[in-house]
């Protein structure tokens, strides 16, 4: 596609509730990044992909987190057991490895 | 750890009234500093990279330059469609991007 598309552009789920948050990059984008925005803050880092695999995790706040990428494209972050704090922007980027990031537009997330 | 530090954190400005905005960063081998715009609603938008002290570069009304310890974004002329965050991001070894807490720029017709 022309750009980095994330769907859904916006959730609300309860809390307790898990959520599925799809990105797909730019074809032929080997890197890919997932970050969190809240309100009014920057951007925090979650996990870095490399084709498939995820040398850096570093950034995913508990174990609820998680993120996986298939066929070195589409990624999806998983949040087991929503709680209110995950309120957020959930932001993903892709690029060339060293290279600048393209980001989509988010997933605006919010728990009740 | 990598610290970024933009300031301020906000900025009202006159159109046409130049100012520059300021990105502070620790880092132990620098890979690259980006500036980045976000409006409202969208995901960060590429500005520039910078990689060694003394870098310039420019786009429209908008000059990057940097130093060893800083960087710093300058508006000249700003018109009210500059109105945005801006975004100052730090790569070191590896391939994270580190980022600061943004400066939300105001341009007033």
């Known amino acids: 596609g022309a750009g980095v598309s994330q769907s859904p552009s916006n959730k609300v789920t309860e809390k307790g509730k898990d959520v599925e948050l799809r990105c797909d990059p730019i074809s032929g984008h080997t890197a890919l990044y997932w970050y969190r925005q809240s309100l009014g803050q920057g951007l925090e880092f979650l996990i870095y992909f490399q084709g498939n695999s995820a040398p850096d995790k570093s950034g995913l706040p508990s174990d609820r987190f998680s993120a996986e990428r298939t066929g070195g494209s589409v990624s999806t972050l998983t949040i087991q057991r929503t709680q209110q704090e995950d309120s957020a922007v959930y932001l993903c980027?892709?690029?060339?490895?060293?290279?600048?990031?393209?980001f989509g537009s988010g997933t605006q997330l919010s728990v009740l | 750890e990598d610290q970024v530090t933009q300031s301020p954190e906000a900025l009202r400005l006159q159109e046409g009234e130049s100012s520059s905005l300021n990105c502070s960063y620790t880092v132990s081998g620098l890979r690259g500093l980006f500036w980045y715009r976000q409006d409202p609603g969208k995901g960060p938008e590429f500005l520039f990279t910078?990689?060694?002290a003394g870098e310039e570069k420019e786009k429209e009304r908008l000059k990057a330059t940097l130093t060893k310890k800083e960087s710093f974004l300058h508006i000249t002329a700003p018109k009210p469609e500059d109105s945005a965050t801006y975004l100052c991001a730090v790569r070191e070894y590896g391939n994270k991007l580190v980022f600061g807490a943004g400066t939300i720029l105001r341009v007033k017709s």
């Open positions: 980027a892709t690029g060339m490895p060293n290279e600048k990031l393209f």
């Open positions: 910078l990689y060694s």
